[in-house]
């Protein structure tokens, strides 16, 4: 199943993301997510595209200082080529979220879909 490769490449890239691991992000980036990507959080636009995703997680990381993913569970759904992804993410200064992620891929490679539903635990 490449998607569920895909989910398991998604949290690591999140959790490295925000544990501040140097590697180069923008060619992950480019690797990981189609150009027309789409992410949203509890119903808002946070990136309308690939090229934006890499602003928009620096700057929750500038104001969390950084964080960790705790995976609970990625569970496909009904839909092909897409994932449902449960995770805690513990930051350094805004406390712990529970966070259900639908990832889609419209072609079983990139990710072109992120979809996020979070709350403060």
């Known amino acids: ?19 501040r691991v140097e590697q180069n992000y923008e060619e ?9 990507l789409t992410k949203t959080a509890n119903g808002q636009v946070l990136a ?16 969390v200082d950084s964080w960790n993913i705790e995976v609970k569970y990625i569970m496909p759904s009904a839909e092909d080529h897409k994932y449902v992804v449960r995770y805690l993410l ?3 200064h ?3 979220f529970d966070v259900m992620t639908l990832l889609g891929s419209s072609d ?6 992120i979809d996020e ?3 403060v635990v």
């Not at 895909?6 to 490295?16: E, G, H, I, P, V």
């Not at 992950?28 to 027309?36: N, Q």
């Not at 079983?108 to 879909?113: E, P, S, V």
Request: proline letters at 3%.
């Open 94 to 96: 805004s406390g712990t």
């Open 48 to 63: 309308a595209d690939r090229s934006k995703l890499h602003d928009q997680l620096s700057s929750i990381r500038e104001m």
């Open 1 to 19: 199943m490449p998607e569920l490769n895909l989910a398991q490449k998604y949290n690591k890239f999140q959790n490295d993301f925000g544990s």
């Open 117 to 119: 539903v979070y709350y």
């Open 108 to 113: 079983g490679i990139k990710i072109d879909l």
């Open 90 to 92: 513990t930051t350094d």
């Open 28 to 36: 992950l980036i480019e690797s990981l997510f189609a150009p027309e």
